[in-house]
């Protein structure tokens, strides 16, 4: 059975960072495309970042481009999103999935956590 546990979210002032974390159990983890994605309130899920199976090829929308970074750790089965100058806009339920971007939306996900972006 896949599980996705997701941790490392929380509040922030616009400008801050955070790094979220994954850990992944109940499947071969290296073998596997794994993502990030996120649902704002009132809004539709929305990708976010991907990296291949080996981890050496990592795609984001464009949205975050350039403040986020996602890696994928194949020996501890943890995959990571550092997310950096962070908006307001962030603002949302961050979750992490298995699979790659063209498999959106269904992919099997975790609870996700929360990120929060006030001033």
């Known amino acids: 059975e896949v599980e996705l546990v997701e941790s490392g979210g929380g509040s922030v002032q616009p400008g801050g960072s955070l790094t979220l974390s994954c850990k992944a159990s109940g499947f071969r983890f290296s073998d596997y495309a794994m993502s990030w994605v996120r649902q704002a309130p009132g809004k539709p899920l929305e990708w976010v970042s991907s990296i291949n199976d080996a981890a050496n090829l990592a795609y984001y929308a464009k949205s975050v481009q350039g403040r986020f970074s996602i890696s994928k750790d194949n020996t501890e089965n943890t995959l990571t999103l550092r997310m950096n100058n962070l908006e307001t806009e962030d603002t949302a339920m961050y979750y992490c999935?298995?699979?790659?971007?063209?498999?959106?939306?269904?992919?099997?996900r975790g609870q996700g956590t929360q990120v929060t972006v006030s001033s």
């Open positions: 999935a298995q699979g790659s971007r063209a498999q959106f939306p269904a992919l099997p």
